[in-house]
């Protein structure tokens, strides 16, 4: 819709400093085709955040306003509240799907206009049932991808296995193809990010950080959490710090890459859509309600497999580069065709205007 504006709020600094920034990078793309506002609440704590008076200082009230709310933690965590927000449209951008949590805090008391959901499972549908009799409208809204960064770049194929990622208890099946992966890493001519999760000497900096920005939160204490910001930058990250176009140029040099669901949450996760963009073929599963894309074009494995029968799979798709090749280039031209930012920016361009129609 022509003219409409945003006051964005959310925790715009924990999503730049997440070992994962990739949401931060999609909003800045988005937010720069539209006159725009941003209230970070990352620090944030005990305040009353009126919409209508930030809206009269910084936007122009007499054009259509639209109150955007990041993904993250909500208005900062920090017992905020949010008040004279009543008549604007509300737009939330919903990752954390748990049901009661989301229902009762957040859905609920502030009357959302439109939710969008970045994960298509099992979870959503608990709670759009939970909502019933509610007027909030879901839209189907995934990651979206810079395709500058994620391509072809017409690299040798110098691995014949990628790994890289969290393997943390969220991620079961993909810790187990890291051991396997790991002690076959010469038969399978096999590269490994290792993964380090944002830990030093067994210390999860970024978990405890999030704590002990709940007590140093406000003014009061803006140069210690810039002092934080500064750690969670130059700590490791899962993947030992690898990102973006490096990240994308280590896996246009593998003929595969490891990608898996999250436990039992079966999510579409951004690796499903930055590994085939970068020209490597997916070794692993895939989410389920995505089977129409994914099928016949991964390598495709599964947690009922032994260790040998995993290996025996990897050294069978390896040993066939044409249908590797034949999956792999299949699926990059799916994904370039409905992943890409400029999908993100049109497809939210759409949601807007229906808003308003």
């Not at 709670?127 to 500058?148: C, K, Q, S, V």
């Not at 999860?204 to 204490?221: D, M, N, P, Q, T």
Request: charged letters at 25%; hydrophobic letters at 35%.
């Amino acid at each position: 819709m022509s003219g409409v504006q945003f006051l964005c709020i959310g925790p715009r600094s924990y999503l730049r400093n997440r070992s994962s920034d990739g949401l931060y990078r999609f909003y800045e793309h988005l937010f720069s085709n539209y006159r725009h506002q941003v209230l970070d609440t990352t620090y944030l704590q005990n305040q009353v955040i009126d919409a209508e008076s930030i809206i009269r200082d910084t936007l122009d009230p007499k054009r259509p306003v639209i109150m955007f709310f990041y993904a993250g933690p909500w208005l900062g965590n920090a017992d905020n509240r949010l008040v004279n927000h009543e008549r604007y449209t509300k737009i939330y951008d919903l990752q954390d799907q748990k049901t009661a949590k989301q229902r009762d805090e957040i859905l609920r008391p502030y009357d959302f206009t439109c939710c969008l959901f970045r994960y298509d499972g099992s979870e959503i549908d608990e709670l759009r049932a939970a909502l019933g009799g509610t007027n909030t409208r879901f839209e189907y809204f995934p990651h979206f991808i810079n395709l500058d960064e994620f391509r072809d770049y017409g690299l040798a194929k110098r691995f014949g296995v990628l790994y890289y990622g969290n393997i943390s208890d969220a991620y079961p099946f993909r810790k187990q193809l890291y051991k396997v992966i790991r002690a076959n890493a010469e038969v399978l001519n096999a590269y490994i990010i290792e993964p380090r999760d944002g830990q030093v000497n067994g210390f999860r900096f970024e978990r405890y950080a999030r704590v002990l920005r709940r007590f140093i939160s406000g003014r009061r204490f803006l140069v210690a959490n810039r002092w934080l910001d500064v750690l969670e930058t130059l700590l490791p990250r899962p993947g030992g710090g690898i990102r973006h176009r490096e990240l994308a140029r280590l896996i246009n040099s593998a003929w595969l890459t490891t990608a898996t669901t999250v436990g039992n949450h079966d999510r579409f996760v951004q690796k499903f859509a930055e590994i085939p963009l970068s020209s490597s073929c997916i070794l692993g599963n895939y989410p389920t309600r995505h089977g129409d894309l994914f099928r016949g074009r991964i390598v495709e494995l599964n947690t009922e497999m032994t260790d040998g029968e995993i290996v025996d799979v990897i050294r069978a798709a390896l040993s066939d580069k044409q249908e590797l090749t034949r999956k792999t280039q299949e699926l990059r031209m799916e994904m370039a065709s409905q992943f890409g930012y400029r999908n993100g920016v049109k497809r939210f361009g759409e949601i807007v205007e229906s808003l308003f129609s």
